[in-house]
């Protein structure tokens, strides 16, 4: 097994108290598979951060590529930095444990008057891990508010995994534009209302979407995918994905951190990564891809 510890932002600069969830909490997260809000930072330097980001999309037509905003923290130093944040990563490890790996984090971006919305899913669905020791910490940029397409969640939907059918819709943000098979009770839905510099944690298997954004204000969020360091992949090549807490289990091959905003051999890295990545989605999304493992 190797001996890999983590070395990002967090690992150095870990405080003195953990921001520890408290027993009730754990315990309402295992049994509604959800946990919201939690406050990470204060909104003025949330501000900051989201500044950083309009500065980026600002230099590339406005948004960030799609294709860059599926491992983001492997392009941008602050979202390295975000990823291994004591203050976000406390809470995690209290829930997956000591061990854990960044699989993927990107920003899902609603931009007012849009059409961009989110079927019913659980995340699970084309990640072809081995055990749902995984969950989402979506970390808001904005306030995100029913009205401008916050997340809603479905309580106790996590002990089972669902089938899942790929749909066409290209306003469904999600990559498989997939969605749940079976009816979901939207009216015992939650609505994850958040502040800038909130997160909400949902597990792995909770089915969840979101509507599109009917205000005048930008809605966005980064969504970090953090799983138990002791998962494997369950067919196919090697994954990638970055150790940002504790020991590496040898399962994948580990991800490292950019240099500087899209810097050329960080971009290299990327493709490569990408390429990967891509592999095990799409084998996921093939008939006898299995679906939601994990
Ligand atoms: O941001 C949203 O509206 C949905 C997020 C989501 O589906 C996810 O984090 O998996």
Not at 109 to 129: F, I, M, N
Not at 257 to 284: K, Q
Request: contains cysteine; aromatic residues 6%.
């Amino acid at each position: 097994m190797a001996e890999t510890a983590a070395t990002g932002a967090g690992a150095r600069a870990r405080p003195a108290a953990r921001s520890r969830l408290r027993a009730e909490d754990v315990a309402n997260y295992r049994r509604e598979g959800f946990l919201a809000p939690i406050t990470v930072m204060p909104p003025a330097e949330m501000a900051e951060r989201l500044r950083d980001l309009e500065q980026l999309e600002a230099e590339r037509a406005g948004r960030l590529a799609p294709t860059h905003n599926i491992k983001t923290h492997l392009l941008i130093p602050w979202a390295w930095d975000l990823v291994h944040d004591p203050r976000i990563l406390d809470p995690v490890e209290d829930l997956l444990g000591p061990d854990i790996l960044c699989w993927a984090a990107g920003f899902f971006d609603k931009r007012p008057g849009e059409p961009q919305h989110v079927t019913w899913h659980q995340d699970a669905s084309y990640w072809g891990l081995s055990a749902p020791d995984a969950l989402t910490a979506w970390l808001a940029f904005t306030p995100s508010r029913r009205n401008n397409g916050c997340m809603r969640v479905s309580p106790r939907t996590h002990g089972t995994v669902l089938p899942h059918v790929q749909g066409q819709d290209r306003t469904n943000m999600l990559p498989g534009r997939e969605s749940v098979a079976l009816d979901v009770d939207a009216a015992s839905a939650v609505d994850i209302v958040l502040e800038a510099g909130q997160m909400s944690l949902h597990h792995v298997l909770t089915v969840h979407g979101s509507e599109a954004n009917r205000s005048t204000e930008r809605r966005c969020g980064l969504a970090i995918r953090y799983i138990a360091a002791h998962l494997t992949k369950l067919k196919g090549a090697r994954g990638t994905a970055t150790l940002v807490r504790g020991r590496d289990h040898g399962h994948f091959d580990l991800e490292a951190a950019p240099e500087a905003a899209f810097h050329p051999d960080a971009l290299a890295r990327y493709a490569t990564v990408l390429r990967s990545w891509m592999r095990g989605v799409f084998d996921e999304m093939t008939p006898d891809g299995g679906g939601a493992q994990a």
